[in-house]
């Protein structure tokens, strides 16, 4: 479903936020990027959904190039970014609207999507408010629901638990699971290791720019020939990395 | 004082221009031809008002009335500094992003305020120095007036936004003391905005027109010599006369005390400001930026109409209006600034209309003017109606900060499935609305006031859609290039943006080289109407097409 060939992505042409990244993320699976912060993973995030344009390398999600085919490969795709600061001065239903005219959701499908999304993330009592008067979670939530309005074929979330409480963690978590089965593809970074070790079908960890580790949860234990937690194996993939970028 | 100093320093260091698009190099370049483009932007608005102002020096010079020049460019000064100061003193005293920020810490009221003041009245003295201080130091050069005239002038340059700057604090923390009592805050706020608006309108006409002359003054004022009309147009603000004298009195003894004065009087306005921030400050900005909430379940009526599918274009176009109306500071800025200037424009024109015998006179002149299709009065109302409707497309910065304004979520038009050339259209065109309807506002009671024959107020609305597209167009191009994206608070993506300032200085050169051959050559009414109007459109037309070229390059180059 996204295939990243060689890219590669700096910032003022010195650091390389994304060092000559290879990754394949499979059409109906869960994949969590892992990394701490400021390894990348928003880079490539960004990349990924064309917000930045890398220096270098392919990008194609469900076989396009989104240089190329913009348009149909946005339509493809739903984001949630990591910052649910977004049009604080509309009301949560005018931005839903505007999220389905952009999407182009019929009528009918709309009204149906709105009800069931907001019923299940517990906002169908704060349509009519302003985002500004949201919470935090809240807000998350709402871009949850504006993201998922088209029903799109691939979910590209950026730490989308942040901020959330646990029912509304648990139903996402829940819907995310429902999407892979159904042959839909989620992509999302995160940081709670926990969630990504509980629902992921396979995990990339990247750090420094680079993918130290791309497979299952069980592949990583094979390959560190240990049945640690991924927190344990993913501390250790880290601490490698960097002793192995520090200078002697 | 010093944590005051150190907080003006902080907010100073964060009111930069932080402009962005690509990275690295290609940053570099663009900051690097930003500055050129400000140059240029500075020594063109110099060049501008120092030849008109060398002109009028001519003029009034001719009759020995030079001195009333100081009077009127110290006068519209200090106009400028209040009406300009209700907008900023409103944006950053009461809604930028820092005030929560700032609110926790352990300062005194008078201290924000002060620090906020300075921050405010730097930008006041940038305008001053394009506008005010190239006149006078004309002034001096064709008067040839000594060093001490030039030393006083920068003591007065120094003191002179002071005072109106602080009435204009006074008078918004006085209304804005009412904001908590307020349900909806926004609302109020933005009404708040305008009655502050209109109050120092009506303070400014009310006190021209009570130092306002009939002919029989003026002669008599003539007879007394030009330092008294310099008085007449100084009532304004106290401390404008002094300002006056400081540059006009005949031995420097005499302008040093008239400094003194000056000096007193903003001193005390600044002290006066600060007791009244320590009063009302705190009551009125706390929960200022809170938004109420109702936590209602919508009805399956209302379920059913937000739930109906619409055209991308318009949702996107109605998105970006309510976001200009429902932000305070865009709405201050943008949408208010755009009915400021008619207003500018028409009351003059009300206020004579009102009056008898001269004024009157004055009416009766201009419809025959305009009645006759072969006249240069019908003409000339053509290049009037073009220049504003220009000015009016220029100035509300409603395009020119079109992607500024997204700020940190300009990522949202690159994700999102409507080609970029159809969201700079919607925002463009959400321009359009505001500067039609702006331009429009005047165009109605000068139609009602001067009653021009049917053929020429259909000229007028013919020179109108390339008078507002052509420079809605055109000041975007400067956002492609300096967005302003990196912000805090929301001042800065309107009123402490150059894009806005660029984008004004290109509608009225664009407007100067197609109306000024219309005037130079006499046209018909009919000739200057194809000229400007038809011409317009012309440039119009080519700044589409060079829009759509650049556009994909530009806008990927723009990372947030």
């Known amino acids: ?248 | 004082m010093t944590n005051l100093v150190r907080l003006a320093v902080v907010l100073f260091r964060g009111s930069g221009t932080g402009i962005t698009a690509g990275s690295g190099r290609r940053r570099k370049r663009s900051q690097l031809g930003n500055i050129l483009l400000f140059l240029f932007l500075g020594i063109y608005m110099v060049g501008i008002m120092s030849a008109s102002s060398a002109g009028l020096y001519s003029l009034l010079a001719a009759n020995g009335l030079q001195d009333l020049m100081i009077g009127l460019y110290l006068s519209m000064g200090t106009v400028l500094v209040f009406l300009f100061g209700i907008l900023y003193v409103i944006s950053v005293f009461y809604f930028t992003g820092d005030i929560e920020k700032l609110l926790p810490l352990p300062l005194q009221a008078d201290e924000i305020i002060g620090a906020k003041l300075a921050v405010t009245a730097a930008w006041e003295y940038l305008y001053l120095a394009v506008l005010v201080l190239p006149p006078l130091v004309v002034f001096g050069i064709l008067s040839q007036a000594g060093a001490g005239y030039f030393l006083f002038l920068a003591g007065v340059f120094l003191l002179l936004p002071v005072v109106p700057l602080c009435l204009a604090s006074m008078l918004v923390m006085l209304i804005m003391r009412f904001t908590p009592l307020a349900r909806n805050k926004d609302r109020f706020n933005m009404v708040s905005g305008i009655l502050a608006m209109l109050l120092a309108l009506g303070f400014v006409f009310g006190t021209q027109s009570m130092a306002r002359f009939d002919e029989m003054d003026l002669a008599q004022i003539i007879s007394a010599g030009s330092a008294s009309i310099a008085k007449l147009t100084t009532t304004v603000f106290p401390g404008t006369s002094f300002a006056v004298g400081a540059l006009t009195a005949p031995d420097a003894l005499q302008q040093l005390a008239q400094l003194g004065l000056l000096l007193l009087i903003a001193s005390a306005a600044v002290l006066v400001t600060f007791r009244m921030a320590r009063l009302l400050y705190f009551k009125g900005v706390v929960g200022v930026g809170a938004s109420a909430a109702r936590r209602r379940r919508l009805s399956s009526a209302e379920l059913s109409k937000a739930g109906q599918g619409g055209s991308a274009f318009w949702t996107y176009w109605l998105k970006d209006v309510r976001i200009l109306i429902r932000t305070p500071v865009f709405f201050m800025n943008n949408v208010l600034m755009n009915f400021l200037w008619p207003v500018f424009f028409v009351l003059p024109m009300l206020t004579s209309a009102g009056g008898s015998g001269g004024s009157g006179a004055l009416i009766e002149l201009a419809r025959g003017a305009l009645a006759d299709p072969d006249g240069r009065g019908a003409a000339l109302s053509l290049v009037i109606c073009f220049v504003i409707a220009c000015f009016i497309s220029g100035t509300n910065g409603i395009s020119e900060s079109a992607l500024s304004r997204e700020g940190e979520t300009f990522y949202i038009m690159k994700i999102i499935p409507m080609s970029w050339w159809r969201q700079i259209m919607a925002k463009v065109t959400a321009g359009l609305l505001f500067s039609l309807a702006g331009t429009l506002l005047p165009l109605v009671l000068a139609v009602a006031f001067l009653r021009p024959p049917a053929w020429l107020a259909l000229g007028w609305l013919a020179v109108l859609p390339g008078g507002i597209l052509m420079p809605n167009l055109g000041g975007f191009f400067f956002e492609l290039f300096w967005p302003k994206l990196h912000w805090e608070h929301e001042q800065k993506a309107v009123k402490q943006n150059l894009n806005v300032l660029y984008g004004m200085a290109l509608a009225l050169l664009l407007a100067a080289l197609l109306a000024g051959p219309a005037v130079a050559l006499g046209l018909s009414a009919a000739g200057t109407a194809l000229l400007v109007g038809l011409g317009s459109l012309v440039v119009a037309a080519a700044e589409i097409v060079i829009l759509r070229r650049i556009l994909p390059g530009r806008f990927a180059a723009i990372e947030p």
């Not at chain 1, 076989?63 to 977004?86: C, M, Q, T, Y």
């Not at chain 1, 501390?235 to 490698?240: A, F, P, Q, R, S």
């Open chain 1, 1 to 248: 479903m996204i295939q990243m060939r060689k890219v590669s992505k700096s910032y003022g042409g010195a650091v390389k936020a994304v060092d000559s990244i290879d990754l394949d993320v499979r059409r109906g699976e869960i994949f969590g990027f892992l990394g701490p912060n400021g390894a990348g993973k928003t880079t490539s995030i960004k990349m990924i959904t064309g917000i930045l344009t890398p220096d270098s390398g392919d990008i194609l999600v469900n076989g396009r190039d989104i240089r190329k085919e913009a348009l149909a490969v946005k339509r493809s795709f739903g984001f949630v970014p990591d910052d649910p600061n977004i049009f604080p001065r509309l009301k949560a239903i005018e931005y839903l609207r505007f999220m389905g005219d952009i999407y182009q959701v019929p009528t009918d499908r709309r009204r149906e999507r709105i009800q069931e999304l907001t019923e299940r993330f517990s906002l169908d009592e704060a349509l009519t408010d302003r985002i500004q008067s949201y919470s935090h979670g809240m807000r998350q939530k709402l871009m949850i629901i504006g993201a998922l309005l088209h029903d799109p074929e691939l979910w590209i979330l950026d730490e989308p638990m942040t901020g959330l409480d646990p029912k509304s963690a648990f139903v996402l978590k829940e819907m995310m699971r429902t999407q892979a089965d159904s042959g839909k593809t989620v992509f999302f970074s995160t940081h709670v290791l926990d969630v990504a070790e509980k629902i992921c079908d396979r995990v990339a960890v990247i750090d420094r720019g680079r993918i130290l580790f791309c497979g299952s949860i069980g592949d990583m234990q094979r390959q560190f020939r240990q049945d640690g937690s991924l927190e344990t194996m993913f501390l250790e993939l880290v601490n490698h990395s960097e002793t192995a970028g520090d200078p002697a």
